[in-house]
């Protein structure tokens, strides 16, 4: 992976990241696409229409199904879903852990039963990245032991002494492959836990930050802890992270948790949250969200957001998007989802360019401003 | 309407028709887009991806959701879907009598219970006429009384004798209502029933061909009756339908239907089939139809069908198409439509070809010779 600090504005950044597939600029949001597609779209949807640099697959997933070795077989996630640009895969552990029944942490790794036949499965530091390597994706992610907020004291420092362990465990791992020819083409990143435990979340970004990885992640934010004491975790933790290395932060958010957690020096962001929202009818404007079902919108002849490009809002109007959702029709599905995330790859663009021009107060000012905030 | 029977090659023909939105050639097949949208698709997708020149919408869908009113509001299906090109609406009189509970058929018209919320409605000759103005559709149907098969003779005579004389009452409204200066660029088609009683339909034919209908469609077949019974009824109506005019099989049907009612003399035909089986993971190709979710497909490289050009053929494999269908991912149900849908629009065309070629013979062979009969 390449990586530039191109600018700072603040403890805003602008980086350049080049990986084996493509070549972004920060802040970037991720969409998520859990089993190879991002929810009702395809490879040229990703391209064509939203421009995404890169996406996010869910190891879990696919390592259930269609298992990694199916899609080495087709070239890797490229090769499989044809989308030819960036992937980031997560470790799997999140959802081992939130998806699957009865999942336990040990020491070794995460034990856990899969969601799809019951089957029980083992992810180990080195196990995931064996996965990743046959996915072939850009950005690999590391297995780290996850805890639900609010959590004891003890838990949290067990689950920082897991994570250095098996931060350790994979770096080693990963270099002894890369030796050997393998994932080559892969960068790696590291996570840092520690819940909302200023010492921990310093023990472990410490820790972390001394070892070799291509990026630093910040996890299990964004589990039901108030936003104040994301966001201040997020900018505690600053000091401690590389400069000149990507900082990722994992499953955020809403689009005032991207502008906060950018001011606060966060590169990278992924979340379900444009696409799920789609799907219940929310989108996301420059004024705000709203949800289209409302019985105003049915004689609506208004894009949804007018100061909108995104395809949907060139072609369809708010009272056919009523109608659609209202008959559950499948249509719907894609045309809210390309408006949520063009909503959200324009959100990160806009704030480059503030970025870039020196100007990130006044355009999260104005962000507010628009919201009626 | 403007209508040129082209070529006719033994009674399969070539006709062109041009309504105030577009002009086509037929055979023709006219994807269903039951709410003002083909399921998971737009309108984009049906121009630019499979460039359909022609959709049917449902009235009894939309009559009562968003309701005519909103439609004409937003200048009819054209303006409200953003599909430019020809609409035909059916009468609602089939869904009325498939969708709601205790639908009744008087002399007057057909009373039923909307499937949405319950309210009672009358559909009559006239009333389904007024909300074809509203929807501003290029092909309107007339209300006809339709009767499960297999049925008595005494109520296949009922049926047709209420058609008939809905069928007068329908041409002469619309003719009125045309003096009026509404519906002037609207096209109107009368229904053929009779069940497979050969002596009613031809008594409903020729009566319905001596009024001044743009077209004739033949109504209530493909309703469990066997296919050669329905080959046979299509075949015995072809001496009493004007050349001159349009004939419309509706509701039919598969490939094999297409090919068989085409060399009967069949000019447009609809079905619910192509997007239907899309959605349970059934593809139509050239060489027959197959389940994509079959263990077979997992690590398959190839496009559904090798010979086909279409967006999902040009793109995706059959494996990824298989794990997207397991997945249950939305994804899947756009790709798999497109797909069959060409297939179906791809039927048309060939079949159109052979017949100017004079080899729809040579052609209805090799149909069924690639199919392995």
């Not at 890797?76 to 959802?95: A, I």
């Not at 559950?328 to 959100?347: C, D, G, Q, V």
Request: aromatic share 12%; with cysteine; glycine share 8%.
């Amino acid at each position: 992976m390449e990586f530039k600090l191109k600018h700072k504005d603040g403890m805003a950044r602008v980086c350049e990241i080049t990986t084996a597939h493509s070549t972004f600029l920060t802040p970037v949001f991720m969409p998520v696409g859990t089993v190879g597609a991002v929810k009702s779209l395809d490879a040229n949807d990703m391209k064509n229409e939203l421009d995404a640099k890169i996406i996010l697959a869910n190891t879990y997933h696919m390592y259930l199904r269609p298992t990694s070795k199916v899609v080495k077989d087709f070239g890797g996630l490229h090769g499989f879903t044809k989308f030819d640009r960036s992937f980031l895969t997560d470790s799997g552990g999140f959802q081992a852990f939130s998806l699957s029944k009865n999942s336990k942490h040990f020491n070794e790794g995460i034990e856990f039963k899969s969601h799809i036949d019951g089957s029980h499965h083992l992810f180990t530091p080195k196990s995931v990245l064996d996965t990743q390597y046959d996915f072939n994706s850009d950005i690999m992610m590391i297995l780290d032991d996850l805890v639900a907020l609010p959590a004891t004291k003890e838990r949290v420092k067990i689950s920082v002494d897991r994570t250095i362990l098996w931060a350790k465990e994979a770096i080693t791992y990963h270099k002894s492959m890369q030796n050997k020819g393998i994932g080559i083409g892969q960068n790696i990143f590291g996570i840092i836990q520690g819940g909302t435990d200023y010492e921990e979340r310093k023990r472990c970004a410490l820790s972390l930050n001394e070892m070799p990885f291509d990026g630093l992640a910040i996890g299990g934010l964004s589990v039901g802890e108030e936003n104040a004491l994301m966001y201040e975790t997020v900018q505690n933790l600053n000091p401690y992270l590389d400069e000149n290395r990507p900082r990722y932060l994992m499953g955020v958010g809403t689009p005032e948790d991207l502008v906060e957690n950018v001011e606060r020096g966060v590169d990278m962001f992924d979340c379900v949250m444009p696409t799920r929202n789609a799907r219940n009818g929310t989108f996301f404007t420059s004024f705000g969200k709203f949800n289209i079902k409302k019985a105003e919108f049915i004689n609506d002849h208004e894009a949804i957001d007018p100061a909108c490009s995104c395809y949907t809002c060139r072609n369809f109007s708010r009272g056919y998007l009523n109608h659609l959702f209202k008959a559950k029709e499948l249509t719907f599905f894609r045309l809210a989802s390309l408006h949520n995330l063009h909503y959200y790859l324009e959100l990160a663009r806009k704030m480059r360019e503030a970025i870039l021009n020196n100007s990130f107060t006044q355009f999260k000012r104005n962000f507010y401003h628009l919201r009626g905030k």
